[in-house]
């Protein structure tokens, strides 16, 4: 199932007036250098000759935390003034932005509260706990934990973080874009994975700005594809969060969603959505054909291509948004394909 470029705005991205900017994704390049790690883009053997094009793999699996989360999270809080961090951190996640929220507050040394839901995976969790973050586990969605955040934020004082709906946030993440675009002159595709649309809608706004000829296509999951559901209906709209191996994709956009809902309604050009044995089968190319290890989000851009719902025309690079897969469900995927 997609959602075509027709059916979006038809004004170029130069027209547009936009939450976040070209100048907004430079000055967060400039901020967080030497905070995060500039990653790798590398060629895919596997996925080049099966496509017939040249095929890369952006590999924000190499970042300190194992996923991209890292650049929004530490542009946003460099960017709070001492007293607003002095007074302590606070954000809801499904895992691997609190994850990034709790690494750069302990680079930083101040205080962060993170906020999920019970369908965050054990191994997420633990890992935010041993970076000294306070974890709270609430409810059984984002919204749930979304809420708690909120009313940690009015009782004590806290500075909200947020996921993704913040400029500073996708800024950071834009600078992915930043990146392909120096490394890759010649591409004329990205894939990105789609959830609350911090990393999709800042990679668009650098392409769209440098490379407007340039596809971004969003890769989601059908379980739950909260930007898909938004867009379909023309503005943000409550859904059912459910499990789903791309954990990292659940929750919904925010019914008051400020920035990511206008950039990826505006500026990507497809959205494509994938049934979870096609992510089963991302994660085992990944492991067996790329010699990676992949969370289910990270192998999206792989799993639309071997499933065919990617028609790859020219050079494309794919964003491995991160690798943190619990380990005895990678080994469970693997096997699944054995028997």
Do not use: W
Not at 48 to 56: A, D, F
Not at 80 to 100: M, P
Not at 110 to 121: E, F, Q, R, Y
Not at 313 to 337: C, F
Request: charged content about 20%; hydrophobic content about 45%.
């Amino acid at each position: 199932m997609t959602i075509m470029k027709s059916e979006f705005l038809s004004r170029s991205a130069e027209e547009k007036v936009l939450p976040v900017t070209l100048a907004d994704i430079k000055r967060a390049a400039a901020r967080i250098f030497g905070r995060v790690t500039r990653t790798p883009l590398i060629y895919s053997g596997s996925l080049s000759e099966r496509t017939g094009q040249p095929v890369h793999l952006k590999l924000e699996t190499r970042q300190p935390i194992g996923a991209f989360k890292l650049r929004g999270a530490m542009n946003a809080i460099l960017s709070l003034d001492d007293a607003a961090r002095k007074r302590g951190l606070v954000t809801a996640s499904t895992g691997n932005h609190g994850r990034a929220v709790a690494y750069a507050a302990r680079e930083l040394g101040v205080p962060a509260t993170i906020c999920m839901s019970s369908l965050v995976p054990v191994n997420k969790v633990e890992a935010i706990r041993a970076l000294g973050a306070e974890i709270r586990i609430i409810g059984i969605s984002q919204d749930d934990a979304q809420v708690e955040a909120e009313r940690l934020t009015e009782s004590r004082g806290l500075t909200p973080i947020p996921p993704f709906d913040d400029a500073d946030v996708v800024a950071g993440q834009g600078t992915i874009g930043l990146e392909i675009v120096e490394d890759l002159p010649d591409f004329a595709t990205v894939l990105v994975p789609l959830s609350g649309g911090g990393l999709a809608g800042g990679v668009a706004v650098a392409i769209k700005a440098l490379k407007p000829q340039a596809r971004v296509i969003g890769i989601s999951m059908e379980r739950g594809a909260a930007m898909h559901a938004a867009i379909a209906a023309g503005k943000p709209v409550a859904i059912r969060e459910e499990e789903t191996l791309a954990d990292s994709l659940g929750g919904g956009i925010g019914l008051s969603n400020h920035v990511t809902f206008t950039l990826c309604r505006d500026l990507l050009d497809d959205i494509v959505l994938l049934t979870e044995d096609e992510i089963a089968e991302g994660i085992r190319h990944a492991a067996r054909q790329e010699d990676m290890t992949v969370e289910g989000a990270g192998a999206v851009g792989i799993a639309a291509i071997l499933a065919n719902k990617i028609a790859v025309s020219g050079p494309a690079a794919l964003i491995i948004s991160g690798g943190n897969i619990d380990p005895a469900l990678h080994q469970r995927i693997l096997a699944e394909a054995a028997t």
